[in-house]
């Protein structure tokens, strides 16, 4: 059976888990990093010398970076599900799989831990300012995507509409101001009336 370590409030173990739950892969997940630890145990080092959540054990093969594993679990599970139909709706996804990784990830990341895991009184206010314009930005050029496609690859949901789709319910949650982006509301619309979407990535920031 599928293993799978992290915690649930990370946003990679949230990758993988709202995978799993659209391929509907039995799995068995294991509380790992933060406030759970493990992630500097040997044994857990020995799979991931990161020591980062998450990672993965299918039937013996051991796989961590949440994109690649998304990728591979679409791959081997669910191609007609999460797959592209063809080679360059695939490269689509692939590039924005990888986008978000480079330019929607990093403003996101300061927001939410300058505004969710930082107390208010250690919090570097113009930092987390900066960031909450280069995320409108990103989001504009995800907006410009979605204005082509209904989803980030094509006519139908793939694995690279994955990862945005994490970072971008998180935007949502966080008490900022956002600009008007009409395509992402609607795409993001369509995510959340996803059940694996619900039950894996909306939940309350932490």
């Known amino acids: 059976m599928l293993k799978i370590w992290g915690r649930r409030n990370s946003i990679n173990v949230q990758k993988v888990m709202w995978t799993v739950h659209e391929l509907g892969l039995a799995h068995t997940r294991i509380d790992a990093g933060l406030q759970y630890g493990v992630v500097n145990e040997s044994v857990y080092r020995a799979m991931n010398p990161n020591g980062r959540v998450p990672t993965i054990d299918d039937d013996g093969f051991v796989l961590w970076e949440s994109n690649a594993v998304v990728r591979y679990l679409v791959a081997r599970y669910g191609p007609d599900i999460l797959g592209a139909p063809d080679a360059r709706s695939h490269a689509l ?69 994955i990862p945005a789709g994490c970072f971008i319910h998180r935007w949502k949650e966080l008490p900022i101001d956002r600009g008007v982006h009409q395509n992402v509301e609607r795409w993001y619309a369509n995510l959340s009336s996803r059940p694996a979407y619900q039950s894996q990535v909306m939940l309350p920031l932490s």
């Open 93 to 161: 996804a692939d590039s924005w799989t990888d986008w978000t990784t480079t330019v929607l990830a990093p403003p996101m990341t300061t927001l939410f831990w300058g505004l969710i895991r930082t107390p208010q009184e250690k919090r570097d206010n113009n930092a987390i300012e900066a960031a909450r314009q280069q995320m409108e930005l990103a989001v504009a050029i995800l907006d410009g995507r979605l204005a082509r496609a209904a989803f980030v690859g094509g006519d139908r949901l793939t694995f690279g509409d």
